[in-house]
């Protein structure tokens, strides 16, 4: 089967109405709102070396951020404020998903939009201000009707690079809840599903080009003042924005969101509460690729109905809890934690996702190390690598006190690229995840905790405040609940990370429940 004859390439376009319809609103929102706070701003300091100069810093230090630092930053600010505002007014809103990302896209767009607005108003020659002045005009006249018609070709180039840069960065909008091209690109690399990054790239290249080239085709009919161009690029516009927003707003709101983590077990988790929630009746979407803060704050928000997390994760994250307690304990005291936020604790499903340290079978056999203490007599000669949280997180801190662990070497990593390494001998060790399929796949071995630095890590479902009692989902998810052996959930996830064309997170799900549901 060639590369092109792949069955995801029509999975992919399934997607592409929902995912393009979102990623366009959120764009356009985002600029339209990026010029109107730009032009106006630039027009008004235009003749002010100072201001003028301060505006375009600030722009230009946002500019620097990284485009998924800023969009993350957002959410808890916009958390804080809707907070503020429901305990003062009385009046909240949500701060999940397209608010933050039209916030950071529109600051993101406002740089050219500054830059060429006062370089196209400044380039307007002296004697023809003057002669517009005398001829009678206002300052105001003189610039509506002779400036900016002059300046504007000039304007249209910034404006050009805003509109390619937001629907770039747009795609960086998914850990934030914003559904857009980026879904295709995260659910990708984190199943290995290599046609949908493609899918992705090529989706955000072509609007990018699709948008540009209507815009250029305004700046050309602006030039050379023909109505016919102008009105063709505005129409062209027009057409793509009703043609990708139509599909997304007649869509039915569905019964329930269901929520995914950033890496692939949890895309196939959540297909498979989708899929049990759809055979019972209801409608079901996903908001997939989020981060652990951002998905843990949008349900106890009730911007999404149910996910997966993990004991230790919630102890660890939300809850800054450092010490260790053995399994029943630490699941009651955290059933307690979520209850004071109105977040109800379902179930357990019956396998633990763990940080654990791995190496190469092979190696570990042949320096006889079976557990972490083993290792720590051998540590100051190796490498580790982790994904780009871990060295941050208590955990590490507990396994360098526990162990005395100290390596010649440590890197980050992406974690599916991180076992590839380990397998390849590139690194020594890897903080991997006790689940994970990829551990038989390149023959590497967990190494035992018997300290037992690393709280547990039970995969458990929570749900929102608003569905406490919706004994509807309580009744559609219960057959998953104590079902799912770590032995099936490994070999979920190898096939998730497989190259078939099966190996989609949905394809995974249904064999998963054939294999439980019996």
């Known amino acids: 089967?060639?590369?092109?004859?792949?069955?995801?390439?029509?999975?992919?376009?399934?997607?592409?109405?929902?995912?393009?319809?979102?990623?366009?609103?959120?764009?356009?929102?985002?600029?339209?709102?990026?010029?109107?706070?730009?032009?106006?701003?630039?027009?008004?300091?235009?003749?002010?070396?100072?201001?003028?100069?301060?505006?375009?810093?600030?722009?230009?230090?946002?500019?620097?951020?990284?485009?998924?630092?800023?969009?993350?930053?957002?959410?808890?600010?916009?958390?804080?404020?809707?907070?503020?505002?429901?305990s003062w007014f009385g009046v909240g809103f949500s701060a999940f998903g397209f608010l933050p990302a039209v916030l950071a896209l529109a600051l993101y767009s406002m740089l050219p939009v500054l830059r060429n607005t006062i370089t196209g108003l400044g380039g307007v020659d002296p004697a023809i201000r003057e002669a517009a002045q005398g001829v009678g005009m206002t300052p105001t006249q003189s610039l509506l009707q002779?400036?900016?018609?002059?300046?504007?070709?000039?304007?249209?180039?910034?404006?050009?690079?805003?509109?390619?840069?937001?629907?770039?960065?747009?795609?960086?909008?998914?850990?934030?809840?914003?559904?857009?091209?980026?879904?295709?690109?995260?659910?990708?690399?984190?199943?290995?599903?290599?046609?949908?990054?493609?899918?992705?790239?090529?989706?955000?290249?072509?609007?990018?080009?699709?948008?540009?080239?209507?815009?250029?085709?305004?700046?050309?009919?602006?030039?050379?003042?023909?109505?016919?161009?102008?009105?063709?690029?505005?129409?062209?516009?027009?057409?793509?924005?009703?043609?990708?927003?139509?599909?997304?707003?007649?869509?039915?709101?569905?019964?329930?969101?269901?929520?995914?983590?950033?890496?692939?077990?949890?895309?196939?988790?959540?297909?498979?509460?989708?899929?049990?929630?759809?055979?019972?009746?209801?409608?079901?979407?996903?908001?997939?690729?989020?981060?652990?803060?951002?998905?843990?704050?949008?349900?106890a928000s009730n911007d999404i109905d149910v996910y997966v997390d993990y004991s230790g994760t919630l102890w660890v994250n939300q809850f800054h809890r450092a010490d260790i307690r053995p399994r029943a304990e630490l699941l009651a005291e955290l059933n307690v934690m979520l209850a004071r936020q109105n977040i109800t604790l379902l179930g357990e499903l019956g396998f633990e996702n763990a940080y654990a340290l791995v190496m190469p079978r092979q190696r570990a056999e042949a320096l006889g190390i079976r557990s972490i203490a083993d290792l720590a007599a051998h540590a100051q000669g190796m490498s580790m690598a982790a994904d780009y949280e871990f060295f941050s997180r208590p955990e590490w801190a507990g396994l360098q006190k526990q162990y005395g662990l100290k390596f010649r070497a440590q890197r980050q990593m992406q974690p599916d690229f991180m076992y590839a390494a380990a397998g390849s001998g590139e690194v020594d060790v890897i903080a991997g995840y006790t689940s994970d399929g990829l551990i038989a796949k390149y023959d590497l071995v967990v190494l035992d905790d018997v300290r037992r630095a690393i709280p547990p890590y039970d995969a458990i479902v929570l749900l929102a405040p608003k569905r406490a009692n919706d004994e509807a989902l309580r009744a559609a998810l219960a057959p998953l609940l104590g079902r799912i052996d770590i032995a099936s959930m490994r070999e979920a996830n190898l096939r998730a990370a497989g190259g078939d064309g099966a190996s989609s997170p949905d394809a995974v799900a249904r064999w998963l429940w054939e294999k439980i549901g019996r």
């Open 146 to 299: 002779v400036e900016l018609p002059l300046a504007l070709p000039v304007m249209m180039a910034g404006i050009r690079t805003a509109a390619v840069w937001v629907i770039g960065t747009a795609t960086l909008s998914t850990p934030i809840g914003q559904t857009s091209l980026g879904n295709y690109i995260f659910a990708g690399l984190q199943t290995q599903n290599w046609v949908f990054v493609l899918f992705g790239c090529l989706a955000a290249a072509v609007l990018a080009l699709a948008v540009d080239q209507l815009l250029a085709l305004i700046e050309v009919g602006i030039r050379h003042r023909s109505r016919l161009r102008v009105l063709a690029g505005s129409a062209g516009i027009a057409a793509l924005v009703a043609a990708t927003l139509v599909p997304t707003m007649s869509r039915s709101p569905s019964s329930y969101i269901v929520g995914a983590k950033t890496f692939g077990e949890q895309y196939v988790l959540s297909a498979l509460m989708s899929q049990r929630l759809r055979a019972a009746g209801f409608s079901a979407s996903s908001r997939e690729g989020l981060g652990s803060n951002v998905i843990f704050e949008a349900l």
């Open 1 to 86: 089967m060639s590369f092109f004859s792949d069955p995801r390439w029509g999975e992919a376009l399934a997607h592409l109405p929902d995912y393009l319809g979102n990623h366009v609103r959120v764009s356009v929102t985002a600029l339209a709102l990026g010029l109107a706070i730009s032009l106006p701003l630039a027009i008004a300091v235009r003749h002010h070396p100072v201001p003028r100069g301060a505006l375009l810093g600030l722009a230009s230090i946002v500019q620097t951020v990284p485009g998924l630092a800023l969009l993350a930053l957002f959410y808890p600010l916009l958390l804080a404020l809707a907070a503020f505002s429901l």
